[in-house]
């Protein structure tokens, strides 16, 4: 059932009838779903349902798609991934894309800040502790948490709010996984919009409003954390679980 908060709370984001290509190969099929403000919205799906895709083609990294991506009113199709930056979206890849040859600090600098009221050096320092001791040590050299964090902080530099996460919590241990998770309900209670393609149930469970559902490149149900909770059945039946 839908709550009073989320019949009032504003769509940032509509996603309609969108397909995606790679070549001549297409990965979307027709994806609709829509993003309210401050919402933290999941796909989760299978390996190759098209989740990924999905991100990268709200970023604009994805050229050939079809359909509508509309923020804040804007049409996102036909733009270009610096311009979608521009208007206060954040990409942070689940390769993290760390740059080897800088530094900690350097890695958290390079990207321009594109928004007011963004995290400031210090306040991001302040927030990730452990970027602070290792400022001066190349990027790579970080553990898997630690260059998680690295990634998600030099997004929240550029002013972005509405931010794109994807698979935050692979590859790390389960102490990390939990900060990781504790940190991103810290940005949703400071206000910030985000969807997160996830693996990982238990960690989407934790963190998420509602759940999309991609199979073979579309949507195949749209659930709340209440309806995650009550039909875990069905939600494993897509996973394959």
């Known amino acids: 059932?839908?709550?009073?908060?989320?019949?009032?709370?504003?769509?940032?984001?509509?996603?309609?009838?969108?397909?995606?290509?790679?070549a001549?190969?297409?990965?979307?099929?027709?994806?609709?779903?829509?993003?309210?403000?401050?919402?933290?919205?999941?796909?989760?799906?299978?390996?190759?349902?098209?989740?990924?895709?999905?991100?990268?083609?709200i970023m604009g990294i994805v050229k050939k798609r079809t359909g509508s991506i509309t923020f804040n009113g804007d049409?996102?199709?036909?733009?270009?991934?610096?311009?979608?930056?521009?208007?206060?979206?954040?990409y942070c890849p689940e390769e993290r894309a760390i740059f080897s040859s800088l530094s900690v600090k350097e890695n958290l600098t390079l990207p321009p800040v594109l928004q007011s009221g963004g995290m400031?050096?210090?306040?991001l320092l302040e927030a990730f502790p452990n970027l602070r001791s290792r400022a001066s040590s190349q990027g790579t050299k970080l553990s898997g948490g630690e260059q998680q964090m690295l990634a998600i902080a030099r997004i929240l530099r550029t002013g972005s709010r509405f931010l794109?996460?994807?698979e935050p919590s692979e590859g790390l241990a389960p102490v990390v996984v939990k900060e990781i998770g504790e940190l991103i309900l810290r940005l949703k209670a400071r206000g910030f919009t985000i969807i997160l393609v996830e693996q990982n149930l238990r960690f989407a469970k934790r963190v998420a409003d509602r759940h999309v559902v991609v199979e073979n490149g579309k949507v195949v149900d749209i659930l709340s954390a209440a309806?995650?909770?009550?039909?875990?059945?069905?939600v494993q039946s897509y996973l394959g679980v």
């Open 1 to 22: 059932m839908t709550t009073e908060a989320e019949t009032l709370a504003r769509t940032v984001l509509s996603v309609e009838n969108l397909s995606a290509w790679y």
């Open 24 to 57: 001549e190969s297409k990965v979307l099929h027709g994806i609709s779903f829509d993003v309210r403000e401050g919402e933290l919205l999941t796909l989760i799906g299978r390996n190759g349902a098209g989740k990924t895709t999905t991100l990268r083609s």
């Open 75 to 90: 049409q996102l199709i036909g733009r270009r991934i610096y311009e979608i930056a521009r208007k206060g979206i954040g």
């Open 120 to 123: 400031g050096d210090e306040e």
């Open 164 to 166: 794109l996460l994807d």
């Open 227 to 234: 309806q995650l909770d009550s039909d875990m059945e069905r």
